[in-house]
């Protein structure tokens, strides 16, 4: 019997039948509906989109082309492009647009100089290092509202606040903070990378944590000092990080308003105002809203281009060096 399964005649294949016809599929392949149902898995996310992403963008588009006072009972009049030509015009505008650039230069290197080094402290095998991680990241677990409050009313108050007294008993003439322009830019400056270097601190540790350790420690093996390990492997090797973290804070940088409209409300005057602020007293509390989309317009594409170059040249540089 064994040696049945071995002859010709059992061996020989069928010919002349036709395979099984295959069940629930189409002559030309596939399963019947099958290409359909991407297309009505992706339909909410297509919705989602043009609700909240697509249809506001075009709605602003136009509204920039009008003028459009909410206070006035005509409603929206086809103005063309005299919003824009206002805006040119406009210094307070280029003011504004000018402190979201010393934000955004000054801030941001800032905060991150001052991250990496709470991070590289953080990832070394401290006493209570679980403890300063928790201390270090109270301050983002505020809102931004909170922040300022408890820093430029409170602290950097020169009355009362205990920064104005301390600097008193230091023997240094009491300093009023927020008394000119560059002095509330400054204290800005500060508030704002108290509260904004937590998130910087977080994604720096992290990269920092997901390094391979075995490199460094043959590194040390072969007599590479704390400096030359920073220098020619922590650092290159944490750019792709750090690039993400500097991109993300720059575009929060252009976005401040909490803040500003907390601690100085963009005084003494304009000097300290950014243009997230100037749009918003311009469109909330003056009803100009024309004017204000204008600018809001303006002000994306001065952010789209300053990321965009940003990231075409820093990050061919990342690239080059990882």
């Given at each position: 019997?064994?040696?049945?399964?071995?002859?010709?005649?059992?061996?020989?294949?069928?010919?002349?039948?036709?395979?099984?016809?295959?069940?629930?599929r189409r002559p030309g392949?596939?399963?019947?509906?099958?290409?359909?149902?991407?297309?009505?898995?992706?339909?909410?996310?297509?919705?989602?989109?043009?609700?909240?992403?697509?249809?506001?963008?075009?709605?602003?588009?136009?509204?920039?082309?009008?003028?459009?006072?909410?206070?006035?009972?005509?409603?929206?009049?086809?103005?063309?492009?005299?919003?824009?030509?206002?805006?040119?015009?406009?210094?307070?505008?280029?003011?504004?647009?000018?402190?979201?650039?010393?934000?955004?230069?000054?801030?941001?290197?800032?905060?991150?100089?001052?991250?990496?080094?709470?991070?590289?402290?953080?990832?070394?095998?401290?006493?209570?290092?679980?403890?300063?991680?928790?201390?270090?990241?109270?301050?983002?677990?505020?809102?931004?509202?909170?922040?300022?409050?408890?820093?430029?009313?409170?602290?950097?108050?020169?009355?009362?606040?205990?920064?104005?007294?301390?600097?008193?008993?230091?023997?240094?003439?009491?300093?009023?903070?927020?008394?000119?322009?560059?002095?509330?830019?400054?204290?800005?400056?500060?508030?704002?990378?108290?509260?904004?270097?937590?998130?910087?601190?977080?994604?720096?540790?992290?990269?920092?944590?997901?390094?391979?350790?075995?490199?460094?420690?043959?590194a040390k093996i072969d007599?590479?000092?704390?400096?030359?390990?920073?220098?020619?492997?922590?650092?290159?090797?944490?750019?792709?990080?750090?690039?993400?973290?500097?991109?993300?804070?720059?575009?929060?940088?252009?976005?401040?308003?909490?803040?500003?409209?907390?601690?100085?409300?963009?005084?003494?005057?304009?000097?300290?105002?950014?243009?997230?602020?100037?749009?918003?007293?311009?469109?909330?509390?003056?009803?100009?809203?024309?004017?204000?989309?204008?600018?809001?317009?303006?002000?994306?594409?001065?952010?789209?281009?300053?990321?965009?170059?940003?990231?075409?040249?820093?990050?061919?540089?990342?690239?080059?060096?990882?």
């Amino acid at each position: 019997m064994a040696n049945d399964a071995l002859r010709p005649d059992t061996a020989r294949p069928l010919v002349g039948r036709s395979p099984a016809p295959r069940v629930g599929r189409r002559p030309g392949g596939g399963i019947p509906g099958q290409g359909r149902q991407p297309l009505v898995f992706l339909l909410p996310a297509v919705l989602v989109t043009l609700a909240v992403v697509i249809f506001p963008t075009l709605f602003g588009l136009y509204v920039s082309f009008t003028d459009w006072q909410l206070n006035d009972p005509g409603g929206r009049q086809f103005n063309g492009i005299e919003n824009f030509r206002r805006i040119f015009q406009d210094g307070r505008f280029w003011n504004a647009l000018r402190n979201n650039f010393v934000f955004v230069g000054l801030g941001v290197p800032l905060q991150y100089v001052l991250a990496l080094g709470l991070a590289l402290l953080l990832n070394q095998d401290i006493v209570g290092r679980r403890f300063f991680r928790v201390v270090f990241l109270l301050p983002f677990m505020m809102s931004p509202v909170a922040a300022g409050w408890m820093l430029g009313r409170s602290i950097f108050d020169a009355q009362r606040g205990p920064l104005a007294d301390l600097l008193t008993w230091l023997g240094v003439e009491r300093i009023v903070f927020f008394e000119t322009g560059r002095r509330a830019v400054a204290s800005l400056l500060v508030i704002d990378a108290w509260y904004s270097i937590p998130f910087m601190l977080v994604m720096l540790l992290a990269g920092l944590q997901a390094l391979p350790g075995e490199v460094f420690e043959a590194a040390k093996i072969d007599g590479a000092t704390g400096w030359q390990l920073f220098r020619d492997m922590t650092f290159p090797l944490l750019l792709p990080v750090s690039l993400t973290a500097v991109v993300l804070r720059a575009v929060f940088e252009f976005k401040v308003i909490d803040i500003i409209l907390v601690v100085t409300g963009g005084g003494p005057g304009d000097a300290s105002e950014t243009l997230t602020a100037y749009i918003y007293k311009r469109g909330v509390s003056g009803l100009d809203v024309g004017y204000a989309t204008a600018m809001s317009q303006i002000f994306l594409l001065v952010v789209i281009v300053t990321i965009t170059l940003l990231l075409a040249t820093v990050g061919r540089k990342v690239r080059e060096t990882v």
